[in-house]
């Protein structure tokens, strides 16, 4: 485990950040105590990284902009947060909108620092409702207001190895499935985008909806989640070249973009993740560099964008740290290719103001 957070000079400190995936939470002790008793690997994995940052709210997350770099704003992406205790399970969601709103509002006040936190709000709603999730969406605009971006909902799922994510987590192809994609084509009514967050064997139904809707824009989370746990532990050689081929194939779809980073969890199975000492930005940037570099060729510049996924990948290292890792793992980059992979990309996907 982390036992340090390895202090370390910002590298290219003036270059302007947009961090495109971050979250907000207060955890109950009993919901980090039911992680650590999980069946699941994930669970149990990030129950420590959970205890640690049982509490990530505005100053936590305030804290982490003001670590050296150039932090100008941030997109908040739903994490089943200060959920609605009453009302109908459909929009209890309702309330992690509301809650994330007002933290912008704070932010936006200028009485914090001229970072804008979460100028972009991706809410959770079941797109399996079909057509009557228009009035969830309808609340979330209310609720968000001209913040509110787009949507995520439990996409996750393994058929064959249900400790990686857990039985009964998410469902069997769900991007393929018929009441989810008569709610998926609600969002651009509505002009909102989806973000994905899936694991790497479920690409290929993501391409699939890609093409089926080619009007909506699609964010690929976490470069797709390659995975090196469960059965797949120790493949990683093998496996590479499978997640390039569906990379590319994705690619090839215009209404999809990938948000750079989420390696920090451990679903990757990768050898930082866990060690004994924490790991440096260079031995970060080495690991990861062959995720990032494939993406970045298939994609382009101005459909990658780099996100911290914090605080979730605080389990491998610090906020600093990590955007050090992502600047060296590029340092061959024009200025130009730099400032649409680290900001300009998320200004314009997620519509931020300048």
Not at 3 to 9: F, K
Not at 145 to 163: K, L, N, S
Not at 298 to 327: H, I, Q, T
Request: glycine share 8%; net charge neutral; with cysteine.
């Amino acid at each position: 485990m982390v036992n340090s957070l390895s202090a370390e000079p910002i590298v290219e400190p003036d270059l302007p950040i947009v961090d495109a995936h971050h979250h907000l939470w207060f955890l109950a002790e009993s919901t980090v105590a039911a992680m650590e008793a999980s069946h699941t690997l994930l669970a149990r994995a990030l129950a420590p990284t959970f205890r640690r940052h049982a509490r990530y709210l505005f100053d936590e997350l305030l804290a982490d902009f003001r670590s050296g770099h150039n932090v100008r704003a941030s997109v908040f992406v739903e994490c089943r947060a200060m959920y609605r205790a009453r009302g109908p399970v459909s929009m209890k969601s309702v309330g992690e909108v509301e809650f994330v709103n007002g933290v912008a509002a704070m932010s936006a006040s200028g009485l914090f620092g001229a970072a804008r936190a979460c100028a972009g709000i991706v809410g959770s709603v079941d797109l399996q409702l079909g057509e009557a999730v228009e009035e969830v969406l309808a609340a979330h605009l209310r609720a968000g207001g001209d913040r509110y971006r787009g949507v995520r909902c439990p996409g996750t799922d393994h058929d064959d190895d249900p400790a990686i994510m857990g039985a009964g987590v998410g469902i069997p192809h769900l991007l393929l499935d018929r009441k989810f994609r008569a709610g998926f084509k609600r969002l651009q009514k509505w002009g909102l985008s989806f973000d994905a967050w899936i694991l790497e064997p479920q690409l290929p139904d993501l391409i699939d909806l890609a093409r089926t809707f080619p009007e909506t824009p699609i964010i690929l989370n976490h470069a797709g989640a390659p995975l090196g746990v469960g059965r797949y532990a120790g493949q990683r050689e093998k496996r590479f070249p499978i997640w390039c081929d569906h990379i590319h194939a994705l690619s090839r779809c215009p209404n999809v973009v990938v948000k750079l980073g989420g390696f920090g969890i451990q679903l990757g199975g990768f050898k930082t993740y866990g060690a004994d000492a924490a790991a440096t930005s260079e031995e970060l940037a080495r690991e990861w560099k062959p995720y990032l570099e494939t993406c970045v060729e298939a994609f382009g510049v101005e459909r990658c964008m780099f996100e911290s996924n914090f605080p979730v990948d605080a389990s491998v290292c610090s906020y600093p740290v990590l955007w050090n890792a992502f600047k060296r793992s590029v340092a061959g980059a024009s200025q130009a290719e730099k400032i649409a992979l680290f900001s300009g990309t998320a200004m314009r996907v997620y519509r931020l103001d300048p």
